[in-house]
């Protein structure tokens, strides 16, 4: 079984600063790592992934996400705000090889003020 | 471009009704979800269907049904809608992962946001 964990539903920064979202994970093998984001009225765009390899995964619009096995997480970074950032934000998780079920957070709503 | 469409965006239903909702991908991926999305508790997921004919429940299949006749084509069906259904709805898709070049990447429609009165 396999369960995620996002930390603040909400989070509000800057224009400008740095955007740092939270997902913990649990999993009994190892884990396939999804960050996707939701804009108003939209479906959900996938952001990044992790499957295997380089546990540092860059994503579009300059999100990236750092795969941490020994603290069991996969937070969600980017260097630098920008106002279309502002949406929310699902990590989500599947077991290796894919299986048929992506077991999704709660997610964060990201503010982004001027 | 991938492609997920959803038949509605809006949907007002009764209590009471028959609801479809349905969905189509042009990606000729053999796994479709539906899973239904309320504040504060992400996504869930309601059903899904690896193949032609073929469904499972996900974890909250309770009130609703699915149908896959076409592989581009997943219906989900509400047999008596009730105001707990008011929802955002969402479908995605998927290549079966054992697929060549499958990235277990689920593509998702824009979802349809119903209302139950």
């Known amino acids: 079984a396999q369960s995620v964990t996002q930390l603040g539903s909400h989070v509000s920064v800057s224009e400008g600063a740095l955007v740092l979202l939270r997902c913990n994970y649990s999993?009994?093998?190892?884990?396939?790592l999804f960050w996707y984001v939701q804009y108003p009225n939209q479906g959900l765009q996938l952001l990044l992934k992790y499957t295997t390899g380089a546990t540092l995964v860059k994503g579009i619009n300059g999100f990236e996400a750092e795969f941490k096995k020994s603290e069991t997480s996969f937070h969600l970074t980017k260097p630098s705000a920008h106002m279309s950032d502002a949406a929310e934000y699902f990590c989500?998780?599947?077991?290796?090889?894919?299986?048929?079920?992506?077991?999704f957070g709660t997610g964060t709503q990201l503010k982004v003020e001027l | 471009d991938v492609k997920v469409t959803q038949s509605s965006r809006y949907l007002v239903k009764r209590t009471g009704e028959k609801v479809f909702l349905e969905c189509v991908q042009d990606m000729d991926h053999e796994n479709m979800f539906w899973y239904r999305q309320d504040p504060g508790l992400g996504l869930r997921l309601i059903y899904f269907?690896?193949?032609?004919?073929?469904?499972e429940k996900g974890d909250i299949p309770e009130g609703y049904s699915v149908s896959r006749e076409k592989k581009e084509r997943f219906s989900l069906i509400l047999e008596s809608a009730s105001t707990n259904q008011t929802s955002m709805y969402l479908c995605?898709?998927?290549?079966?992962?054992?697929?060549?070049?499958?990235?277990?990447?689920?593509?998702f429609g824009p979802g349809t946001r119903l209302t139950v009165l």
């Open positions: 995605a898709s998927r290549s079966h992962p054992a697929r060549e070049g499958c990235t277990d990447t689920q593509y």
């Open positions: 269907s690896y193949d032609v004919k073929m469904k």
């Open positions: 989500a998780v599947t077991l290796t090889g894919g299986g048929n079920k992506l077991t």
């Open positions: 999993s009994s093998v190892p884990p396939y």
